[in-house]
């Protein structure tokens, strides 16, 4: 009971190699181009809002959180977290 059109589709379809999906290329654009676009536009506003009024000290602090931030997007990134989870339990239980 099926057309000859619809037949010729699902043999089409049926012919076709499966694709995989993957988000691999989004995160390499996103690494290599909304990482380094993020930290300039933090490096100018500390540079605008601190250093123009001579708060050496604001800045520092705000800096030491851009750092922490780093080190998390680091982490997420080289999946190291596993690595140094056991270094760190490795510390306490010897």
Known sequence: MSSPILTAFVDLAQQ???????????????????????LLV???????????????????????????ALAVIGLAVTNAGEGIGRWLAGLFTG
């Open 16 to 38: 076709q190699e499966p694709t995989s999906v993957d988000t691999v290329n989004l995160r390499t654009w996103i690494l290599d181009n909304v990482v380094p676009l993020l």
């Open 42 to 68: 933090v490096a100018l506003l500390l540079l605008y809002l601190g250093g123009g009024r001579g708060d050496n000290a604001g800045v520092m602090r705000r800096l030491g959180g851009v750092v922490i």
